[in-house]
């Protein structure tokens, strides 16, 4: 069956470490991986998008990874901050841009 | 610009009754989604629209659910009768196609149903 799995326990690092959250996926082939940041009682908020021929990719703070042979996306926050605590969510499309399956998300907490 | 802009923010019903929820995306945007997210879980797609046609609603309990995009503009989504199980976080969505922005969510609507 298709999973796409991220790590359901929170992480939790301190104030200027750096973050790195990990999204696995299972029977999927996909051509794009999204990143989004959900904060409580809001909607997800877009942060990054790769495509499978795309090995890394950075925004300010964030960088993102994709290795489609292990499978796997790494987001990484650099020099986090206590501002930078939410749940973290990847999401896949295997053909365009109109349907993406999100993974269940991590809980990110940075503590100062 | 006000975002992907959803209401009720908070329903509460009682199993069998009605419910309606409503959006109304960013200007511009043709595509607009539903989705459904539990607690702890991810957001499901219920149903995407491109203008007002509904293009893919696969994942739509049809026995139960209806939305509608008159105009292609807002949108509404229906649940009736409404079950336990439906107790959820509604979002809307909006997109302009162009991968690299994302979709935009609205805050959603969460229904609880007792």
């Known amino acids: 069956s298709q999973k796409i799995e991220q790590n359901s326990e929170a992480l939790n690092i301190q104030e200027g470490k750096t973050a790195t959250l990990t999204c696995n996926y299972t029977?999927?082939?996909?051509?794009?991986l999204q990143w989004y940041r959900q904060d409580p009682g809001r909607g997800p908020v877009f942060l990054l998008l790769?495509?499978?021929?795309?090995k890394e990719k950075r925004k300010e703070r964030l960088k993102v990874t994709f290795d489609t042979t292990l499978k796997q996306s790494l987001f990484h926050i650099t020099a986090s901050q206590p501002a930078d605590s939410a749940t973290y969510l990847c999401?896949?499309?295997?053909?365009?841009?109109?349907?993406?399956?999100f993974g269940s998300g991590t809980k990110l907490n940075v503590k100062p | 610009e006000a975002g992907v802009v959803q209401s009720p923010r908070y329903k509460i019903i009682e199993k069998k009754q009605p419910v309606a929820f409503w959006c109304n995306p960013i200007?511009?945007?043709?595509?607009l989604y539903w989705y459904r997210q539990n607690l702890g879980q991810g957001p499901e797609l219920l149903i995407r629209?491109?203008?007002?046609?509904?293009?893919?609603d696969s994942q739509l309990p049809k026995d139960r659910f209806s939305a509608e995009r008159l105009k292609g503009v807002d949108s509404t989504l229906k649940i009736q009768p409404a079950e336990l199980g439906d107790s959820a976080v509604y979002l809307c969505?909006?997109?302009?196609?162009?991968?690299?922005?994302?979709?935009?969510f609205g805050s959603g609507t969460r229904l609880t149903v007792v």
């Open positions: 969505a909006s997109s302009s196609g162009q991968g690299e922005y994302g979709y935009t």
């Open positions: 029977n999927y082939s996909p051509a794009y």
């Open positions: 790769i495509r499978e021929n795309e």
């Open positions: 999401a896949l499309s295997e053909n365009n841009f109109n349907k993406f399956y």
């Open positions: 200007s511009g945007h043709n595509t």
């Open positions: 629209y491109e203008n007002e046609e509904a293009v893919d």
